[in-house]
């Protein structure tokens, strides 16, 4: 089982990755986490994403193929992959084309997470991370946004720069112009599943699974 996670900044994408991985102890590949590691270990390529990111920008599509390609040939995969956060644009499709074939994966599945901008700029606005235990939420859905939900710290909460409100437009443009582009791409290739990313996280789940089961 080999799931392509598509969808707009916010639109549930990791959440939804992290819960199927678990169900289908299958691995989670995060583009995402890949970067933000590179960028806490203070890498040269992490320290050139770290600018790249907080700009709003997407970092190269030989960089993020590159680390793909290498996350993939590094680990255990036979039960399957999630990958959250790439392709995001034509020529990283070619290049995942090309990493396919090399490694022999023929049949993704590709699930497109739907949102609308407004819902999604109101998420991400709101979104905060924790610098004690690194949990993120969303202000909107905790009780007490001081303490955090997870391990008790309290004004531990810090805002991620690419998740003010400029940059988070800005990464909405980018993902209309240059993503969109991509899901008619694969649409023709694969099987490709769109759902609504704004359900309740549970319906969202469900509605995966059952796509899953008509692979």
Excluded: W
Excluded at 24 to 42: E, M, W, Y
Excluded at 117 to 138: D, M, P
Excluded at 179 to 198: E, H
Excluded at 207 to 214: A, G, M, R, S, Y
């Amino acid at each position: 089982m080999q799931i392509i996670l598509f969808g707009a900044p916010g639109v549930g994408k990791g959440t939804q990755a992290k819960i199927l991985s678990q169900k289908f102890n299958i691995k989670h590949i995060s583009t995402g986490d890949i970067l933000r590691d590179s960028v806490a270990r203070k890498t040269e390529l992490g320290l050139a994403a770290k600018e790249v990111m907080n700009r709003g920008d997407l970092v190269s599509d030989s960089l993020m193929g590159g680390l793909v390609k290498e996350t993939l040939e590094n680990m255990d995969y036979k039960n399957g992959f999630i990958l959250d956060g790439f392709p995001r644009t034509i020529e990283q499709c070619n290049i995942m084309d090309s990493i396919f074939e090399e490694l022999s994966i023929t049949n993704p599945f590709f699930i497109i997470l739907e949102a609308d901008s407004n819902i999604i700029v109101s998420r991400l606005t709101q979104r905060r991370f924790c610098n004690k235990c690194e949990t993120i939420v969303n202000l909107n859905d905790i009780p007490d946004v001081n303490t955090c939900p997870n391990c008790g710290a309290v004004n531990s909460f810090i805002e991620r720069k690419d998740d003010n409100i400029e940059v988070v437009k800005k990464r909405l443009n980018i993902y209309q112009e240059t993503t969109l582009p991509v899901v008619d791409y694969y649409k023709k290739k694969y099987k490709v599943a769109i759902l609504n990313g704004t359900d309740p996280v549970e319906r969202v789940t469900e509605n995966i699974i059952n796509e899953l089961v008509t692979v």
